[in-house]
């Protein structure tokens, strides 16, 4: 069984579509995060949900909605993509937030054309 | 906001040699964390330090972590074909949040 799982592990689309990437955990996890991952390798933190309340909310644009609807999924809804949404997006989830380790799902390689 | 610089950006070695990579927070972190991440894949969470000082060892890995809670260290001891990968730090600053550093990637040749 997989701990974090992500869909679509690939998503292709053009410029101005709107689509959503779903993330699903089964380690009983309270916190859940999403991070971005571009061409350069840099991580950076999108959002994070503790409990299905969102805490962090790191300066990204409002085309991107991310939704708990209970503890164990956060799903990411992107609305009027734009090239540069081209990116590694991961799901990640820990027990108590930034005091124990995260685990990742695989990704969701995105490609905006 | 905060933010943790990790050098250096790529590392290239011979199978063997050994090899560091450095994280540098301006603000104290409450913990620090080391992933590792192989070519195609996700990070995968090494080790977690949070006392100042602290030393931790895995195999041929040490990490260390510094006095005032700045700055943090990863050292391979005679690297192998299979430590290939990126190795990030993230930065713990308070509850639920963390930031990692740019990663550095190495690559060793056999």
């Known amino acids: 069984d997989t701990a974090v799982s992500q869909t679509p592990k690939y998503l292709v689309t053009q410029m101005g579509n709107d689509k959503s990437i779903k993330c699903e955990q089964n380690?009983?996890?309270?916190?859940m995060y999403w991070y971005k991952q571009d061409s350069k390798k840099f991580l950076k933190i999108m959002f994070s949900?503790?409990?299905?309340?969102?805490?962090i909310n790191e300066t990204v644009p409002n085309r991107f909605s991310p939704k708990s609807p209970d503890k164990a999924h956060l799903n990411l809804h992107i609305n009027s993509l734009e090239l540069g949404d081209s990116a590694v997006y991961f799901c990640?989830?820990?027990?108590?937030?930034?005091?124990?380790?995260?685990?990742f799902g695989q990704g969701t390689r995105l490609t905006v054309v | 906001g905060q933010q943790v610089m990790q050098i250096p950006q790529y590392q290239h070695v011979q199978e063997g040699e050994d090899f560091t990579t450095y994280c540098n927070s301006s603000t104290t972190l409450s913990n620090i964390q080391w992933y590792k991440q192989r070519p195609g894949g996700h990070p995968v969470f090494l080790i977690q330090?949070?006392?100042?000082?602290e030393v931790k060892k895995q195999k041929r890995l040490t990490f260390q972590f510094g006095e005032a809670k700045k700055n943090s260290s990863l050292h391979i001891t005679a690297t192998q074909t299979t430590d290939v990968g990126t190795y990030f730090c993230?930065?713990?600053?308070?509850?639920?949040?963390?930031?990692f550093g740019s990663g550095t990637k190495l690559n060793v040749k056999p």
């Open positions: 990640a989830s820990s027990p108590s937030g930034g005091v124990t380790e995260a685990f």
């Open positions: 993230a930065g713990g600053y308070n509850f639920n949040k963390f930031y």
């Open positions: 949900y503790n409990n299905k309340e969102l805490i």
């Open positions: 380690l009983g996890h309270d916190t």
């Open positions: 330090l949070v006392k100042s000082g």
